[in-house]
């Protein structure tokens, strides 16, 4: 039996659907390279969303110096309380409160009529005792009375002149005068008052020179010499530095705290003043051309000193050998070297091997395309 061949018009549907699954397979293969597109791009989104902000400086030689730093209140370097050495009322006071005075300068007047009146009276009895001793004397020589009363008279003469040197040392106690040169810091005594004796009336302090006592510890004792250069702030003056020198260093150490006494000198300058808080550095050594980085770098959670370096595109932990830390500044002798970048913000989100991304603190804000496709740009915040 014989088969006829099918007919052309027969076979046409089934080449339709022929191309339509081979269309269709192309469109699915076309998909699936344009998916593996998009997952690609987005891993390497996710990458650099993954990478850590930080902010960076070189590491560069500069100047430092090794210093010991401490507080202190400014000391005058003398003081005195005025004494009232005799009682009596106070005629003339003579100086006010921030008067310059000189050292014998009379300060204070006090009635002096009773101490005048007693000087005159024991006065009289010693030239009376001296004329008495010189009949003695000439009696005497004569063998006329006895050597006892000679003696007798003699004694009673040196009795009376000590007694009038006495009154006369009570009288000058009226005139009340300065002990020290310096400048009158208070005063409690006003005209027509009654001055007791041993009464604090002046107080005046010389601040040719201020002085700054530092309690340091011993194991500065090998370092600190008297003559090395000090520097220091004050925080009732902001802005300001005051030079001056170590004048004496005290060798002993306390047992208790461990400590021994620095005393730094300061030029008298009418703005420094007793009793103002200052901040103090001592430089005992100076290095011209240290590799630095800046002291915020370290990390200072490590026992330790270590850092984060960034080379390409990864921080990674450095440990290094500090030398003197100067101010902001800090020496590094090991571990770094000049023109390394160390990450001093973002270190704390930071392990060893972190991908980074370095930031500039100092650039323009960054500007992107608005959402719905318009030419205008929207500035981030």
């Given at each position: ?130 004329n008495n001793y010189e009949r003695a004397r000439q009696l005497s020589a004569q063998q006329l009375i006895s050597a006892n009363e000679t003696d007798q008279l003699k004694y009673d003469l040196e009795n009376a002149r000590a ?219």
């Open positions: 039996m014989r088969h006829r061949a099918p007919a052309p018009g027969l076979a046409a549907p089934h080449r339709l659907r022929a191309l339509a699954v081979l269309g269709a397979a192309c469109l699915a293969l076309a998909a699936c390279k344009g998916g593996n597109g998009e997952a690609a791009a987005k891993e390497g989104q996710d990458k650099a969303a993954e990478a850590v902000p930080v902010e960076v400086a070189e590491a560069t030689h500069r100047p430092v110096a090794a210093s010991y730093t401490g507080t202190a209140a400014l000391e005058a370097l003398a003081e005195s309380q005025v004494i009232a050495k005799t009682s009596g009322v106070a005629l003339d006071v003579l100086v006010e409160e921030g008067d310059v005075v000189r050292a014998g300068q009379q300060l204070v007047r006090l009635d002096a009529d009773r101490a005048r009146l007693q000087a005159a009276q024991t006065a009289a009895q010693m030239t009376k005792l001296q007694a009038n040197r006495l009154a006369n040392l009570e009288l000058s106690y009226t005139n009340v005068t300065a002990p020290i040169s310096g400048v009158v810091a208070s005063r409690s005594i006003k005209p027509g008052n009654f001055v007791q004796i041993n009464t604090p009336i002046l107080r005046i302090v010389d601040i040719s020179r201020l002085e700054a006592t530092l309690n340091v510890p011993e194991r500065e004792l090998a370092t600190l010499k008297p003559g090395l250069p000090v520097r220091m702030h004050v925080d009732a003056l902001p802005g300001r530095a005051f030079e001056g020198t170590v004048d004496r260093v005290a060798p002993v150490v306390d047992a208790g705290s461990g400590t021994f006494r620095v005393i730094c000198a300061f030029d008298a300058q009418e703005i420094l003043q007793p009793g103002m808080f200052g901040r103090i550095s001592i430089d005992y050594d100076q290095r011209a051309d240290a590799l630095v980085v800046p002291r915020v770098a370290l990390l200072e959670s490590d026992s330790e000193p270590a850092l984060f370096v960034v080379r390409e595109g990864k921080a990674h932990r450095v440990a290094v050998e500090l030398g003197y830390i100067d101010g902001e500044w800090a020496e590094v002798r090991d571990g770094v070297d000049a023109g390394d970048a160390v990450v001093i913000a973002g270190k704390a989100a930071l392990r060893d091997e972190t991908a980074v991304q370095v930031i500039d603190p100092d650039a323009p804000p960054t500007t992107v395309a608005s959402s719905d496709g318009n030419d205008d740009a929207q500035t981030q915040q």
